[in-house]
């Protein structure tokens, strides 16, 4: 499953393993627009969908990560260190479900403002 994430400065696309429960939640939920905010190196934003930590939710992930953050109901998607990263790490703020990865560079994401809208849509195959 194919997504694309835009917001003014630019848009990614991202692939997804659509058997997991919070991608099949959150496919239903879009397109969905929505704020971008920025915590160090990672962009998140909510989504209105709520769903449970899954078995296998880490929190520090590979640059790129596409990840559920189920303690704000957000899409997570870091692409450097965050506040509370080790050295170069991408750690995130508790443990999120990962839904996938992004395509191509991820440091696109650094053109990201906090407060620019933001739009996920479906890529329909």
């Known amino acids: 499953m194919q997504i694309r994430i835009s ?3 630019g848009n990614i696309t ?3 393993d659509a058997s997991t429960p919070t991608a099949q939640a959150l496919a239903k939920a ?5 704020t971008a905010r920025i915590w ?10 709520s769903v449970s930590r899954e078995t296998d939710a880490r929190q ?19 692409y450097g260190p965050t506040p509370i990263s080790r050295g ?10 990962l839904l996938g990865s992004l395509d191509g560079d991820a440091g696109l994401l650094a053109t990201v403002r906090a407060g620019d809208p933001v739009r996920v849509e479906l890529i329909e195959e």
């Open 7 to 9: 917001w003014p400065a």
């Open 14 to 16: 991202a692939t997804l």
């Open 30 to 34: 879009l397109p969905l627009s929505s």
């Open 40 to 49: 160090g190196e990672e962009v998140y934003f909510g989504t209105g969908v």
């Open 60 to 78: 520090v992930v590979e640059p790129g990560t596409v990840a559920f953050w189920t303690d704000g109901d957000a899409l997570a998607l870091p």
């Open 88 to 97: 170069e790490e991408c750690r995130l703020a508790s443990p999120c479900n």
